[in-house]
């Protein structure tokens, strides 16, 4: 018999960590990566890990409280992460089930299914019932906003450590200026390269249609989120006038918002955040739903719990990679030939550098 496994505490730890190359989008410019660090500890001494990307430095107080007010709700309880979810939806649905409270639950439902990984053994996909594969993946740390030579001269370097695919940031004030970048980037690296071009949400959708069409022959395999990210109908207006697929979903709070953008047809492609579709719980509902409507399914940062979520995703498509947490773990996710390999080790793949955490501890 299967001995019971509870739940000790979920303990976080904000930290705000160095980035290898700083960011520049048409919204806004990331230098440092803040993170919490959640860490679920058990009566059987199995420890589960994951980390949050607050995004700015302003939310990692109000998260990491957050996470520590769920952790109070859940302690003695046993260590069943769709019980978990739904104890805690319960809890917080008059508050409602988005924001910072919809992060804190992703987090602790990450970490839940690591320990649970963990006391058994086994690398998470293969709890989750598939195994760890290689899984193709796209360099997307960097290739912001910059001139057209710096962005050569960026993606050499973001492909030239073990990739064949990089995303370009685009947005800029003239669209010729976009129009300029991606094709000198696509001159630089050849055919054969795979790009993809994110506006994050800065245009308008008739703006969104001329800028599209002007790249719809430049090989792009997908325009990610060119307007807001909840203007399903005016996303559908934009795929159904392009000839390159739309891209979003990155801000999908849960699997009833990709539900929502399906019905809309607003889409070619999605790509759900862990931390935002509700952990691994929310993102197997999410999966179920891509794969019932015959639509690709990419992953959106947290490139360790996100290269085993896609070894069980029916429409597996691309794993997005930054490497934003590597100041502060002990492993990191390997690259090879431009696929991501997910390791055979118990767990997600994450795993702490005390003494970095240490370093880069805030308050």
């Not at 890990?49 to 109070?72: C, N």
């Not at 809309?264 to 999966?287: F, N, S």
Request: aromatic letters at 6%; hydrophobic letters at 45%.
């Amino acid at each position: 018999m299967t001995e019971t496994i509870r739940i000790k505490r979920f303990h976080a730890r904000p930290v705000i960590v160095p980035m290898s190359l700083p960011l520049q989008t048409s919204t806004g410019a990331v230098a440092r990566a803040p993170l919490v660090l959640i860490d679920c500890e058990t009566d059987q001494g199995a420890r589960g890990h994951a980390y949050l990307f607050s995004i700015t430095p302003s939310a990692l107080k109000p998260l990491t409280a957050m996470v520590t007010e769920m952790s109070d709700l859940l302690a003695g309880d046993e260590l069943l992460p769709v019980e978990i979810e739904r104890k805690l939806t319960q809890r917080f649905t008059l508050l409602g089930l988005a924001g910072l409270q919809r992060l804190a639950q992703s987090g602790i439902d990450m970490a839940a299914w690591d320990a649970l990984a963990r006391s058994k053994g086994l690398p998470l996909a293969r709890l989750l019932g598939g195994a760890p594969k290689p899984v193709k993946a796209y360099n997307s740390k960097g290739l912001g906003i910059m001139p057209a030579g710096a962005a050569v001269e960026e993606a050499h370097k973001l492909l030239a450590e073990g990739f064949q695919a990089a995303k370009i940031r685009v947005g800029r004030p003239d669209a010729r200026e976009d129009l300029a970048v991606v094709r000198a980037v696509r001159k630089a690296v050849g055919d054969e390269v795979t790009l993809m071009c994110d506006y994050n949400q800065a245009l308008t959708v008739t703006e969104a249609i001329r800028r599209g069409e002007m790249l719809d022959d430049e090989g792009l395999s997908w325009i990610e989120e060119p307007i807001r990210h909840d203007d399903y109908a005016g996303c559908a207006r934009i795929a159904d006038a392009l000839h390159t697929p739309v891209q979003i979903g990155e801000n999908f709070d849960s699997a009833f918002s990709m539900q929502t953008a399906f019905s809309a047809e607003a889409c070619d492609y999605v790509m759900p955040d862990v931390q935002r579709i509700g952990g691994v719980t929310g993102w197997l509902r999410a999966a179920s739903l891509a794969h019932a409507a015959g639509i690709e399914m990419s992953t959106h940062l947290f490139s360790e719990v996100s290269a085993h979520l896609l070894c069980v995703t029916p429409t597996a498509h691309w794993l997005e990679y930054v490497d934003w947490a590597d100041a502060v773990l002990s492993t990191r996710l390997k690259i090879k030939d431009g696929f991501a390999l997910p390791s055979e080790e118990p767990g997600n793949g994450i795993a702490w550098d005390e003494a970095a955490v240490a370093k880069y501890l805030v308050g």
